[in-house]
Nanobody
Framework: QVQLVESGGGLVQSGGSLRLSCAAP????????IGWFRQAPGKEREGVSC???????????YYADSVKGRFTISRENGKNTVYLQMSTLKPEDTAVYYC????????????????WGQGTQVTVSS
């Protein structure tokens, strides 16, 4: 069983930055797809940024259009940790952010991912 633990959420003013972390204690994420998702009240969970599993042309990195140029996903394989650097935050970025992983996910759709963290709240004030 894969356990994912997110941290780094909080309250920030519009235009500010936060870095989310997702750790997988005792588990090797190197060969797995990893993604960040978010869910705002009354809305469906959506993919924010993902790094796919290794395919024929290597890994693919995906960003939702709404976060391109502002968010950066990265992974630190030796530490089994994934990060989401969020900059120029907007009130519409307010949501619970989840990290997820799966051995075979090729994209950034929630149904592709089997293992989920508990989520961390990000609130952006205007």
């Amino acid at each position: 069983q894969v356990q994912l633990v997110e941290s780094g959420g909080g309250l920030v003013q519009s235009g500010g930055s936060l870095r989310l972390s997702c750790a997988a204690p005792g588990f090797t994420l190197d060969d797995y797809a990893i993604g960040w998702f978010r869910q705002a009240p009354g809305k469906e969970r959506e993919g924010v940024s993902c790094i796919s599993t290794v395919g024929s042309s290597g890994r693919s990195t995906y960003y939702a259009d709404s976060v391109k140029g502002r968010f950066t996903i990265s992974r630190e394989n030796g530490k089994n940790t994934v990060y989401l650097q969020m900059s120029t935050l907007k009130p519409e970025d307010t949501a619970v952010y989840y990290c997820a992983t799966d051995r075979w996910a090729a994209g950034c759709r929630p149904y592709e991912y089997d293992y989920w963290g508990q989520g961390t709240q990000v609130t952006v004030s205007s």
